[in-house]
């Protein structure tokens, strides 16, 4: 890959007026957005801490490092094996996040190492932004995904810093008719000096837009490369011990809340009907966790929270029909307990979540019909016998039911899934190797 570091050039006067008008939106909805978090932090106080970062303020102990912007915690997992890779290589990073889950979740994975910082990254203002460059001195922009902020991308392109995608998900709904504010923000992506895809599909989005295909590498998808915590799957055995009379588990994960009002009936009827059921359910939002306990409370069906649990997720559950996982960080730990896996965002139309992470432990994955967001995965997980999407509720109702009552499918998808994810590995490397075409010796990037 040619070391190439993209100028301010890329982008038409027209985008660069689009520009202002975008920053003085941004700054008129500054004080909506503190009683957004105002409102958040009643329920999650970490919205409220750190607000310094906000605004490009906050201690520097990382100069010069490779800046990692990995907005939330699925982002955060993703890009753990390549910053894993860089330090291994030498090289510091500074680990922003736009969620609290997020920075959880890098300080639970590297807490122990100096050579990391975390903060949360400013708000997308031009100046917040400058602030923040001129302070830490970043060597190169790493973004995961599919995150597009102007003020972030302008602002570093304008110091002449690289811009790197890694894991890039650009999707058909964020194409869209490719026309008004839309085709501008979508010139943002000729400010990356590369962009590392999953798939062949996700490459054609990008040269659909307009990117050199030169700047392009399909390398697979980073989550493949997340190492699963051991601790995890202690935790797991002891929740499946202690969940009196679980012969089957069914797990709930990243259910959203326009959904959630179908899955408490259904979890309700599931319960009736099969009195060695038991449900993990993890809500995507901290938000939701309490909401959730309280709405199957109502119904009458015995509910846990895991903060009642202990650390290591050890006391008992005589009488727990459903664990609710209000925490974050610990989505391994649930899927290890369970035997059928439902993804959630699939039953409204929000394309889904990660179905990676319980496939990797060898848990077979249903979901609703909304898929497109994740349908890189769940296309070939279907044709391997792994997953399915079900057209509706009634249905996937009815499909875990049919699955569970039957060990032998069961089993023979569980096989499926962890055979799926063999041979997977390696996009994290693949990346790290293109990145190091844009970054100097770590040596000298370890220099003051």
């Known amino acids: 890959m040619k070391k190439t570091i993209v100028?301010?050039?890329?982008?038409?006067?027209?985008?660069?007026?689009?520009?202002?008008?975008?920053?003085?939106?941004?700054?008129?909805?500054?004080?909506?957005?503190?009683?957004?978090?105002?409102?958040?932090?009643?329920?999650?106080?970490?919205?409220?801490?750190?607000?310094?970062?906000?605004?490009?303020?906050?201690?520097?102990?990382?100069?010069?490092?490779?800046?990692?912007?990995?907005?939330?915690?699925?982002?955060?997992?993703?890009?753990?094996?390549?910053?894993?890779r860089l330090r291994a290589g030498g090289f510091k990073v500074l680990l922003t996040h736009q969620s609290p889950a997020g920075l959880a979740e890098g300080a639970r994975l590297f807490t122990k190492d100096s050579g990391v910082q975390q903060c949360y990254i400013p708000f997308d203002l031009f100046w917040a932004v400058r602030i923040f460059l001129r302070r830490f001195k970043p060597v190169a922009l790493v973004v995961l995904e599919i995150e597009?902020?102007?003020?972030?991308?302008?602002?570093?392109?304008?110091?002449?810093?690289?811009?790197?995608?890694?894991?890039g998900n650009l999707l058909e709904k964020s194409i869209g008719d490719g026309r008004g504010v839309r085709r501008h923000l979508l010139t943002l992506y000729h400010l990356f000096s590369h962009i590392f895809t999953r798939t062949d599909d996700y490459r054609d989005r990008y040269l659909r837009i307009g990117v050199d295909p030169a700047r392009l590498s399909v390398v697979g998808d980073m989550k493949f490369d997340q190492v699963i915590d051991p601790i995890h799957l202690l935790m797991a055995e002891s929740v499946r011990s202690n969940l009196r009379g679980a012969e089957r588990v069914l797990m709930i994960a990243s259910s959203v809340e326009a959904e959630e009002t179908l899955l408490v009936p259904m979890v309700a009827r599931l319960l009736s009907k099969d009195s060695s059921l038991r449900v993990i359910w993890a809500?995507?939002?901290?938000?939701?966790?309490?909401?959730?306990?309280?709405?199957?409370?109502?119904?009458?069906?015995?509910?846990?929270?895991?903060?009642?649990?202990?650390?290591?997720?050890?006391?008992?559950?005589?009488?727990?029909?459903?664990?609710?996982?209000?925490?974050?960080?610990?989505?391994?730990?649930?899927?290890?307990?369970?035997?059928?896996?439902?993804?959630?965002?699939?039953?409204?139309?929000?394309?889904?979540?990660?179905?990676?992470?319980?496939?990797m432990l060898g848990r077979p994955v249903v979901m609703g019909p909304s898929t497109f967001g994740i349908d890189f995965a769940a296309v070939?997980?279907?044709?391997?016998?792994?997953?399915?999407?079900?057209?509706?509720?009634?249905?996937?109702?009815?499909?875990?039911?049919?699955?569970?009552?039957?060990?032998?499918?069961?089993?023979?998808?569980?096989?499926?899934?962890?055979?799926?994810?063999?041979?997977?590995?390696?996009?994290?490397?693949?990346t790290f190797l293109g990145l190091l075409t844009l970054l100097e010796a770590p040596t000298e990037v370890a220099s003051e």
């Not at 906000?54 to 010069?64: C, H, I, L, N």
């Not at 939701?288 to 649990?309: K, P, Y």
């Not at 609710?324 to 139309?349: I, P, Q, R």
């Open 7 to 84: 100028a301010l050039s890329a982008l038409s006067s027209t985008t660069r007026v689009v520009y202002v008008v975008e920053q003085v939106i941004a700054h008129l909805l500054v004080p909506p957005l503190f009683l957004l978090m105002l409102l958040r932090s009643r329920k999650e106080p970490a919205h409220l801490q750190n607000l310094s970062h906000r605004f490009g303020f906050g201690a520097v102990k990382q100069k010069r490092a490779v800046w990692i912007y990995a907005a939330s915690l699925g982002e955060t997992r993703a890009a753990s094996s390549l910053i894993r």
């Open 148 to 167: 597009i902020w102007p003020a972030m991308l302008i602002e570093t392109a304008r110091k002449g810093i690289p811009i790197v995608m890694a894991n």
């Open 283 to 359: 809500p995507r939002s901290p938000q939701r966790f309490q909401s959730v306990s309280d709405a199957l409370s109502a119904l009458g069906i015995n509910t846990t929270l895991r903060s009642t649990l202990g650390p290591e997720m050890s006391a008992p559950m005589p009488q727990t029909q459903v664990l609710v996982g209000d925490s974050t960080g610990e989505m391994n730990a649930y899927y290890s307990v369970a035997d059928l896996v439902f993804v959630g965002a699939s039953l409204v139309d929000h394309g889904g979540h990660n179905i990676i992470e319980p496939m």
């Open 380 to 430: 070939p997980a279907g044709l391997a016998g792994a997953f399915e999407s079900l057209p509706n509720a009634a249905h996937l109702e009815a499909r875990i039911i049919e699955i569970l009552a039957d060990p032998a499918a069961l089993a023979r998808m569980a096989d499926a899934a962890m055979g799926f994810t063999i041979d997977k590995t390696g996009a994290a490397n693949k």
